[in-house]
T-cell receptor, first 114, second 112 residues
């Protein structure tokens, strides 16, 4: 069975500093991996995805993520955080060999202080 | 504009009543999904449908039912058998292949 874990409930970063939001996954085959962001009382917005190819994926709003197959991780990163990046971030996984089932992690609240 | 519409935004019901949440999309997507969001638990998959007239249970399907009679619509019924129905419900759709999910803005259901 596929699963995804976000080990940190909250990440606090000063504006201008780099940020990392962690995600690890488990699938039986090769994964499709996604990051989404959620603002209060709204649906999720897509940030970026890893399907195949380069391990460093670039997405919206200056975010990027690094796929590491040996560590089964897909951490979200940004070189310089903005206060407006403060939101709830979700990692998601789909098993390429499986059906369309897409599973989400528990979410990480990112707080950027001025 | 293409998108997913969930209605209503807020819904209040008495315990013991069934309630149906609406989800409509005009993105021409085949796949549609229902997730439940609770604080600290992230999104949990209730049901998903890959094509019209077909759907599969997710991880927490007990106490819920769905139908997929039209490509555009995937309503979710929260039945009286659902022990803890108060939550934020999110509907999503997906295009072909490795397309990402597109989400609606959710329905917040409160059952008292």
């Amino acid at each position: 069975a596929q699963s995804v874990a976000q080990p940190e409930d909250q990440v606090n970063v000063a504006e201008g500093n780099p940020l990392t939001v962690k995600c690890t996954y488990s699938v039986s085959g090769n994964p499709y991996l996604f990051w989404y962001v959620q603002y209060p009382n709204r649906g999720l917005q897509f940030l970026l995805k890893y399907i195949t190819g380069d391990n460093l994926v670039k997405g919206s709003y200056g975010f990027e993520a690094e796929f590491n197959k040996s560590q089964t991780s897909f951490h979200l990163k940004k070189p310089s955080a903005l206060v407006s990046d403060s939101a709830l971030y979700f990692c998601a996984v789909r098993d390429i060999g499986g059906a369309s089932k897409i599973i989400f992690g528990s979410g990480t609240r990112l707080s950027i202080r001025p | 504009d293409g998108g997913i519409t969930q209605s209503p935004k807020y819904l209040f019901r008495k315990e013991g009543q069934n309630v149906t949440l609406s989800c409509e999309q005009n993105l021409n997507h085949d796949a549609m999904y229902w997730y439940r969001q609770d604080p600290g638990q992230g999104l949990r998959l209730i049901y998903y449908s890959q094509i019209v007239n077909d759907f599969q249970k997710g991880d927490i399907a007990e106490g819920y039912s769905v139908s997929r009679e039209k490509k555009e619509s995937f309503p979710l019924t929260v039945t009286s058998a659902q022990k803890n129905p108060t939550a934020f419900y999110l509907c999503a759709s997906k295009g072909v292949g490795n397309s990402p999910l597109h989400f609606g803005n959710g329905t917040r259901l409160t059952v008292t």
